[in-house]
């Protein structure tokens, strides 16, 4: 310590040489230059002029509705749909946001300095940031050039204000704060917080909300009442209530009222999200025109957007348990091809919903049977009609060296029946007998012709199958090919934009009208489907409404889809992870919602009949589960020349089971007489007489194509004598083996 008080002595009494700077001068040096770089990295870092314009602005498109109502609040960086006028703002209002963020707004300029040193003050003493004493118009600022929170964000958010209320008048600065100011759950502006918390227009507020209005920003997570922040809202509340009435702008009877009445919350109906939607309309006029116009005005209904919304997510919510997590909906009128409503479930069950930021509208899935219509359509133009025979009955074809067999979803046959009652019960041994009547490679091209893009494969690779839905489609473009059916066999181009240039082009002829008509009335009528759905189906609806559901394998999806005389509704239900549903089928899942969204679209019209052919006959129709023969609509004059019952049978006699190298399995947990396997032959009348061979030795004699044969392990060759008016023949062999 002496060392140190004599080195300092000693440096004072060094004299200063001529040339050497005194303390001070280096002070004053270090001064200038940090106020120099104060002054530089203050100007570099204030906001461009253009970030101060208080001019509405959007970040996004606006969608509108075909009534020019918005489709939804804006999720955006500003609000530009709900923008209120300062003179449309409660004068109560804005004393209560005025006394609450900027007691002195008017009387300063950018900056309250006493606001400033009141809350450094308070910050000493609490040791620790208690107040921001940010004005109004500083918000503003950091509203319109966002920076972090920070002491030189403060330093220089004082500058922009200063410049702000040069440039703007203190009426336009506290408008844009209004209609700007956040609130939780991503609104902004008065006008939205009274809508999301209260339900109502801001006209419409009693004191006590207006004064919470003015208290949320504040903390708006935090004070959310919807989220716990009740208690604190209300303590804070009340501090401003009284703090407005010792300033003289709320007399003491309503401060009486405002304290004693409890914040009434009124969640606004829940509205619908539009993200998918928005998505596939900027595609759409990317794709035609290169350029997004600021305001789109679209065909949707708001009103039924929601509606629907609100109905499919109800829906699955009830079907939870049974492990169904997404879903979609489709309305379309048939007349205009305008979309009215573009649903999609599940995007806000959760972080763990499968798929729930995918388009499940555009997604393509399994259709099940309900491609069966357009089949049936095209097997009426080629030469079939409701009236028609085909035999139902069991059938099994041959996959590598096994054996499929198809059976109906109740796993009943019926024999023969009508095609109005094959297409009506959804049968799929029948749908096998038409498309093969029509063609795979035809069905296929006409399917193409109806706009499903998403069946890219041949003919060739989906097989028969395709008349059973193994292709997957969307659900966009079933519901385009239903359009079609609508309107008579033309296909509609479906349009989301309102003011689209191309919607008067006409569309293609893809079935007669006919055929499409007919297809209707079928899929209309409850007695058409009583067998497989039962008298009291969920698809019979009030109103005349064709219906058609399906399912695809392992319940993996399940479709309804249905037109009346204006309207086509789709709906999908599934997981978009491929996972299978626990059983949910087209009619115990989304055929509910279909009735729902049909009353709610027929409730302020007048209905109508769908469409029938003119001179349209009558023909008798003798099959399945009646006492006698009835009476229903064919186009075909001519019935007496309607061909016989359509069989599997082809024209020359063969062995149609078992099919080539086919390996059969026998089971020894079973007993052997119960193990079975049965022969069966094709073109063969059922009185002919037939022996059977296996491996050149008699197995058995058979009156007509069938016989019953006990399994026994080994590999075999089975042959047919057959014996009829036409002679004898010999059939076979065909290889086979039991393993």
């Not at 490679?441 to 706009?451: A, E, F, K, N, V």
Request: hydrophobic fraction near 40%; include cysteine.
């Amino acid at each position: 310590m002496e060392w140190l008080r004599w080195s300092w002595s000693q440096f004072a009494r060094t004299p200063m040489r001529p040339n050497e700077w005194s303390w001070p001068r280096w002070a004053g040096l270090g001064t200038s230059a940090f106020l120099v770089w104060l002054g530089v990295a203050t100007w570099a870092g204030l906001a461009p002029d253009e970030a101060l314009d208080l001019a509405p602005r959007a970040t996004r498109h606006i969608l509108f509705d075909r009534q020019g109502q918005p489709l939804a609040e804006d999720a955006g960086e500003w609000n530009v749909q709900n923008q209120v006028p300062l003179y449309r703002v409660p004068q109560r209002l804005k004393d209560a946001v005025l006394l609450a963020e900027d007691r002195r707004f008017f009387a300063h300029r950018g900056v309250d300095w006493i606001a400033r040193a009141h809350g450094l003050w308070q910050g000493i003493r609490a040791g620790r940031n208690v107040r921001g004493a940010s004005t109004i118009t500083e918000q503003v600022v950091r509203m319109l050039k966002p920076r972090p929170r920070t002491l030189w964000s403060k330093w220089l958010e004082g500058f922009d204000a200063r410049r702000l209320e040069a440039r703007a008048t203190k009426s336009d600065i506290l408008e844009f704060y209004l209609n700007q100011v956040p609130y939780a759950s991503n609104r902004r502006g008065v006008a939205n917080a009274a809508r999301f918390y209260f339900d109502r227009d801001l006209g419409t507020l009693d004191t006590r909300e207006m004064i919470a209005l003015a208290i949320l920003p504040r903390a708006p997570s935090g004070l959310d009442p919807y989220r716990g922040g009740a208690k604190v809202l209300d303590r804070r509340s009340l501090r401003l209530a009284t703090a407005m009435r010792h300033a003289g702008v709320l007399p003491a009877a309503e401060w009486q009222r405002a304290i004693e009445t409890p914040l009434d919350l009124q969640p606004p109906p829940r509205r619908s999200a539009i993200g998918h939607f928005r998505n596939y309309v900027e595609r759409q006029l990317s794709a035609r025109t290169g350029k997004l116009p600021l305001n789109i005005t679209t065909t949707l209904d708001s009103g039924l957007v929601d509606f629907a919304q609100g109905l499919l997510d109800e829906r699955l919510a009830s079907l939870g348990p049974r492990h169904v997590h997404n879903g979609a909906l489709l309305v379309v009128d048939r007349r205009s091809g305008e979309i009215r409503a573009w649903v999609v479930a599940g995007a806000d069950a959760g972080m763990s919903t499968p798929g729930r930021f995918l388009d499940a509208v555009l997604i393509p899935r399994q259709p099940g049977s309900a491609l069966k219509p357009f089949l049936y359509a095209a097997a009426f133009d080629a030469g079939w009609s409701p009236a028609e025979r085909i035999e139902d009955a069991p059938y099994s074809e041959a996959v590598g060296t096994g054996l499929h067999r198809f059976n109906n979803y109740s796993r009943q046959f019926y024999g023969e029946v009508s095609a109005r009652q094959a297409l009506g019960n959804s049968l799929n041994i029948p749908a096998l007998h038409a498309v093969n009547f029509v063609g795979p490679d035809r069905y296929l091209d006409i399917l193409h012709q109806l706009g499903f893009e998403s069946l890219k494969k041949s003919a060739g690779f989906y097989g028969d199958g395709l008349a059973l839905g193994n292709g997957e489609v969307s659900l966009l473009e079933l519901v385009r090919g239903f359009t079609a059916l609508a309107n008579g066999g033309t296909t509609v181009r479906l349009r989301a934009i309102a003011d689209d240039e191309r919607r008067a082009e006409p569309g293609a002829r893809v079935f007669s009208r006919d055929a499409a008509l007919l297809v209707g009335n079928v899929l209309s009528d409850p007695w058409a489907r009583v067998m497989e759905f039962g008298r009291y189906s969920t698809l019979n609806l009030p109103v005349q409404t064709a219906v058609k559901t399906g399912t695809s394998t392992d319940y993996r999806d399940a479709w309804s889809v249905g037109f009346d005389s204006r309207y086509v509704v789709g709906i999908w239900m599934g997981n978009l992870d491929q996972t299978p549903t626990d059983g949910i089928t087209g009619s115990t899942g989304p055929a509910l919602v279909l009735r729902g969204v049909f009353a709610y679209l027929n409730r302020d019209r007048n209905t109508g009949k769908l469409p029938l052919p003119a001179d349209l006959p009558l023909a008798d129709s003798c099959a399945f589960g009646q006492s006698g023969c009835e009476q229903i609509y064919d186009y075909k004059t001519n019935v007496a020349a309607r061909s016989p019952v359509a069989k599997w049978q082809a024209a020359q006699a063969s062995i149609l089971t078992p099919t080539p190298n086919l390996r059969l399995a026998y089971d020894p947990r079973l007993p052997a007489d119960r193990q079975m396997f049965r022969f069966t032959l094709g073109g063969v009348e059922p009185e002919a007489h037939v022996t059977w061979l296996l491996n050149g030795e008699p197995a058995g004699e058979t009156r007509g194509p069938d016989f019953m044969w006990r399994l026994t392990r080994g590999t075999y060759a089975v042959e047919a004598r057959v014996e009829d008016e036409d002679g004898a023949r010999m059939l076979g062999p065909v290889a086979f083996s039991v393993r």
